[in-house]
């Protein structure tokens, strides 16, 4: 996968394949002791280590039998702990553990809103109300305290709903919002459809790809979501495969995709001939000539016309 360039990034595959495996490596990057909280000393042996190569620079974490974990042994640059933000899957993932801070921020955002001193944060807004196809994020406001920005929704009768207080999948957007709008260039979410119902499933991949285009993001997230799947585009889907303990990653269709998760038999491409004959010429060509199909394909014989017509 090319994570260097801004865009989308969809890793999909079945239970136990790798993916949380992925995000955790790519998460330790910027927090060294991931593995020792998130994952069982017991998947770790004398052979175990990450290697990691950005620009030239190298960083190494191998396995510390002192801690029974991966570990560094030299100092990571602070410009690539900075590079990557990754959230993390049940029960660790921040979305799932709402942050003390915002209750702690409470008199600073009653402060802001009597004196009418808050901001306005309209990118958000439209974010959250074409998500959700909903206008009550027309009175959201933003507060800033110590340099972090923080958001409630102001009713009409001056009481306030701070962001905490909201979903859990509208609290997860507007913390990955958050993150979007911060230094790091990749963005990396293991099971981003479990806070998200279905509707905000499917609305998400556009706004996504509107703000990597905008800001210079790429995200990488896994997903089980066949929503979010279909309204991604042929470049952005990958799949992950465990075959006798080798992990491979490879560029897949929709209909690959949803045939080897869910089992649904479906096509990416159809080819309708009116000529029986003109079919099993365009077999012939296609078995002969495009070895390496990456669409799944289904062609017809719909008949042909009446000439006089």
Request: glycine content about 6%; aromatic content about 12%.
């Amino acid at each position: 996968m090319d994570l260097s360039a801004p865009g989308l990034v969809c890793l999909v595959g079945r239970n136990g394949t790798g993916k949380t495996t992925l995000v955790r490596a790519l998460r330790n990057l910027s927090s060294a002791d991931t593995f020792v909280r998130t994952a069982t000393p017991y998947a770790f042996s004398p052979t175990s280590r990450i290697i990691y190569k950005v620009d030239g620079a190298e960083v190494v974490f191998a396995y510390d039998e002192n801690i029974r974990s991966l570990n560094c042994r030299e100092v990571i640059p602070s410009e690539l702990r900075g590079l990557i933000s990754a959230e993390l899957p049940m029960p660790h993932g921040a979305r799932f553990n709402y942050f003390k801070s915002a209750s702690e921020a409470d008199l600073d955002i009653r402060r802001a809103i009597t004196l009418g001193t808050n901001g306005n944060p309209h990118e958000l807004i439209d974010f959250l109300a074409e998500i959700y196809s909903s206008e009550r994020y027309s009175r959201m406001i933003a507060v800033t305290v110590k340099g972090k920005n923080y958001y409630a929704i102001v009713n009409d009768n001056g009481t306030y709903i701070r962001e905490d207080y909201l979903s859990s999948g509208e609290y997860f957007l507007i913390n990955l919002y958050r993150t979007i709008k911060g230094s790091a260039q990749l963005i990396v979410i293991d099971e981003i459809d479990i806070s998200l119902d279905a509707a905000a499933q499917a609305n998400l991949s556009a706004w996504l790809r509107k703000f990597c285009d905008r800001y210079g993001r790429t995200i990488l997230f896994t997903t089980h979501s066949l929503a979010m799947m279909r309204q991604l585009e042929a470049s952005e889907l990958f799949y992950i495969d465990d075959t006798q303990g080798v992990i491979s990653i490879t560029p897949r269709s929709y209909s690959y995709a949803k045939a080897r998760l869910f089992g649904f038999a479906g096509w990416d491409k159809y080819i309708l001939t009116e000529d029986e004959v003109l079919l099993s010429f365009i077999e012939a060509v296609i078995e002969k000539y495009c070895p390496q199909i990456f669409f799944r394909y289904k062609i017809i014989f719909i008949g042909g016309g009446d000439s006089s017509s």
